[in-house]
């Protein structure tokens, strides 16, 4: 359970050497034994403060020996905000959705202005997946100002449409007449 290896070691320095058997987060030491346990890939159910700072998850894959003996882990950390602005940057940059992901505890894991009432509105999506062995909830809604943008009211043509109409009814009577 102590970690000697890092990869990258910049910004990770304070990782190395730690026991994970010791880890402030009981969320750590029980996702370790569903490892050992289960003999397959787990994570940490809730969002922890990382060793190296910020806030994520831990994923720990127990490795075996040919003889079936085990050798130890390889855990892997994920902070929340930089694994989701590199998946959804360019949603991002639009700054045409809004975005929440709700982890299986029931808390929002990543934010990004929202609003939770709109996230169950009519135009709202959600979608479920599994992050490893814990499900996470993903909603995408049309933000505000993009629906503004695209919200276009039949008032603004009513001018237009109504000279033009009565041009036309002007030529077409002096026409028949």
């Known amino acids: 359970g102590v970690i000697r290896v890092v ?20 969320e750590v030491r029980d996702a370790i034994r569903r490892a050992i346990e289960e003999r397959h890939p787990t994570r940490t159910f809730a969002i922890i403060n990382l060793l190296q700072g910020g806030k994520g998850f831990g994923t720990y894959l127990p490795i075996f020996s040919e003889a079936g003996e085990q050798m130890g882990y390889i855990n892997a950390v994920f902070r929340v905000n930089d694994l989701i602005e590199t998946c959804l940057s360019r949603i991002h940059m639009d700054n045409k959705f809004l975005i929440a992901i709700r982890e299986s505890t029931g808390d929002l894991v990543y934010p990004i202005g929202v609003d939770e009432d709109y996230l169950r509105n009519d135009s709202a999506v959600a979608v479920s997946f599994n992050v490893i062995d814990q499900p996470w909830d993903f909603y995408l809604a049309p933000s505000p100002a993009y629906l503004r943008s695209r919200h276009f009211d039949v008032h603004h043509l009513t001018l237009p449409v109504g000279l033009i109409l009565a041009l036309v009814l002007f030529v077409l009577e002096r026409i028949l007449v």
């Open 7 to 26: 990869v990258p070691l910049a910004g990770n320095e304070s990782a190395l050497d730690a026991d994970l058997w010791k880890h402030p987060f009981v």
